[in-house]
């Protein structure tokens, strides 16, 4: 725990670990988005990790930490536990330097991602799918690591890891004409936001470092509001990148005394900001990699003529997810609604939901029933699209005048979960 508190990366070793990656690692572009400065009435840049060779920045730290092995360590193999961008940068990485390693992945994990590991690693990795949860894999590899006596390499509670993302940090500042005013960093573990942010301080203090996490798994921020490194029961796994239930020990100690806030953002915004940057940016980026953009709507004033920079962690996504991502969109704008419909079992019943019930431009998108004849009222689960919020009240009065109403799903949690 002593180290937790007392260890910060010094310039001179992320600037040795930046010698180490030239040659792995692409320099991302820092790039202007014309659509979020005008939105926005601010100069946005955008750090475009998403166009990395594995897609994402994680190949920074883990070609850093596996570079600065032992021979001895080496030739023993490395192991590594991830579901996603991390195993890839390891299997890349094992490729490059001709280490022999073993990636244990959830085996949930999606067909995609399992296959991206294999085409990065080829023969020299091992890919053991094991148990429903990162947690699993995570007590799988530690034990081949102590029969073995193989190198576990940490998604982000490492120096050199750490070290490694913060090159990130070198090159924005190394490519911004102008002085950030503030800098958004994506937060799962930690990792990239301790690197980062440690730059900032040593080279941009007056830059504010803000780290974003997803709503449904706040580790870093109820740690900093506990004061300490705290555990997190339950988290939503849907922005995969970003969504662990620890961060690090010592991402934890950078990021408590070098981060100005941190801050949450649903997952349903994360959606739309997916489906936005695809739609109007032609850019494809991965639940984490949206968060620092989605964010920007809640720091709109504040950043209102400033200069901005947001870090874009990624572009692994899965196109199975999209139609999860428009459903979460539309549900996080108010605009998608279930409920229990109780029709009358008589002829002519549909007719009149859908002609005098259901507004001009209203649309039913989901539709479950099943006649009952020995009832009164036949239930059906009913999804409804609506052209806007304001017509929800207006759609419940008419399905209660008219003796439909049943019930509304959308807050029923133990339900709707079977929905979406």
């Known amino acids: ?101 073993t990636i244990f992945m959830p085996a949930p994990t999606p067909k995609q991602k399992v296959e991206q590991v294999a085409m990065f690693g080829e023969d020299f990795v091992e890919i053991v799918l094991v148990g429903d949860t990162y947690d699993d894999s995570y007590a799988a590899a530690m034990e081949l690591c102590t029969e073995k006596k193989m190198t576990f390499v940490h998604p982000f509670d490492d120096q050199k890891v750490i070290e490694g993302q913060a090159t990130v940090g070198l090159e924005v500042l190394e490519q911004a004409s102008e002085p950030l005013d503030y800098l958004f960093v994506p937060v799962g573990g930690g990792g990239l936001a301790s690197g980062v942010s440690s730059v900032f301080k040593q080279l941009s203090p007056e830059t504010k470092i803000i780290g974003i996490e997803p709503l449904g798994a706040p580790s870093m921020l109820t740690s900093m509001t506990n004061g300490e490194n705290t555990t997190l029961e339950e988290v939503d796994k849907f922005v995969d990148g970003a969504s662990v239930k620890r961060v690090g020990d010592l991402t934890f100690a950078i990021c408590k005394q070098n981060l100005y806030k941190m801050a949450t953002v649903p997952e349903g915004k994360v959606c739309q900001t997916i489906l936005d940057m695809y739609n109007k940016d032609a850019v494809v980026v991965e639940p984490a990699g949206a968060l620092t953009i989605a964010a920007l709507d809640f720091f709109k004033e504040e950043i209102k003529g400033k200069n901005v920079a947001c870090i874009i962690s990624g572009s692994n996504n899965d196109i199975t997810r999209t139609p999860e991502i428009k459903e979460r969109a539309l549900l996080y704008a108010n605009l998608k609604h279930y409920f229990i419909v109780r029709f009358p079992q008589r002829a002519g019943a549909l007719k009149e939901f859908v002609a005098e019930i259901l507004g001009p431009d209203d649309d039913i998108t989901h539709f479950e029933y099943y006649k009952k004849t020995n009832r009164e009222n036949g239930p059906a689960v009913v999804g409804i699209e609506l052209k806007s919020p304001e017509d929800l009240a207006p759609l419940i009065e008419r399905m209660k005048a008219r003796k439909f109403y049943g019930e509304y799903l959308n807050n029923n949690l133990d339900l709707f979960q079977f929905l979406i």
Do not use: W
């Not at 310039?11 to 040795?16: G, P």
């Not at 883990?62 to 021979?71: C, G």
């Open 1 to 101: 725990m002593q180290e937790a508190a007392t260890y910060f990366p010094k310039l001179e070793a992320v600037k040795e670990a930046a010698k180490t990656l030239q040659d792995v690692a692409a320099k991302t572009p820092l790039a202007k988005n014309l659509r979020l400065s005008k939105e926005f009435e601010a100069n946005i840049l955008l750090k475009r990790e998403d166009i990395q060779i594995v897609r994402s920045y994680k190949i920074r730290g883990a070609y850093n930490k596996i570079r600065s092995l032992t021979e001895l360590q080496k030739s023993n193999g490395i192991v590594c536990a991830s579901a996603g961008n991390h195993a890839q940068g390891v299997a890349y990485s094992c490729k490059e330097l001709g280490i022999k390693g």
